[in-house]
């Protein structure tokens, strides 16, 4: 680790952030990026998708993805690889995230997790700030844990 990004601040945008780009590769190698809606739990991204989803034909033959948060002057990048969760008790904890963080303002309809839920166990985080962009901070493996609020 290195640089001047607090993990606090890190976290903090990827807990509060409605959607997360994420960049897949299609089977031909070629580049596809999408917003999805995540949750967060200061290790792990979680997601869902529709079955049909270029995402989910993308993930089913190359599960290394990398997921963007920010403007371009105040950044943080995940990269990990993305499995589907089948656990129940995880989509069970997924779904009240994903319940409690997307909620219609006019309706108040809950979004629920799509047909397919992929956990995404973060190997490396990277981020930097306008003010300090030439002072990039990096935490690999796990060095990021207990950094953060939880």
Not at 12 to 40: E, K, Y
Not at 117 to 143: F, K, L, N, P, S
Request: overall charge negative; glycine content about 12%.
């Amino acid at each position: 680790m290195g640089g001047h990004v607090s993990f606090g601040w890190v976290d903090a945008q990827s807990r509060s952030a409605r959607s997360i780009w994420l960049a897949t590769a299609t089977p031909d190698g070629r580049p596809h990026v999408s917003p999805v809606w995540f949750s967060w739990d200061g290790d792990a991204i979680r997601f869902s998708v529709g079955p049909a989803a270029v995402k989910a034909v993308n993930l089913a033959a190359q599960p290394y993805v990398e997921l963007h948060l920010g403007d371009g002057d105040d950044v943080v990048v995940l990269r990990g690889h993305a499995r589907p969760i089948a656990a129940p008790a995880e989509l069970t904890a997924m779904a009240a995230a994903i319940s409690a963080k997307y909620v219609d303002p006019g309706s108040g309809a809950r979004a629920e997790v799509g047909e397919l839920a992929y956990r995404v166990d973060v190997e490396q985080i990277y981020a930097w700030m306008y003010g300090i962009c030439g002072h990039r901070t990096d935490w690999r493996d796990g060095e990021w844990s207990g950094n953060g609020p939880v």
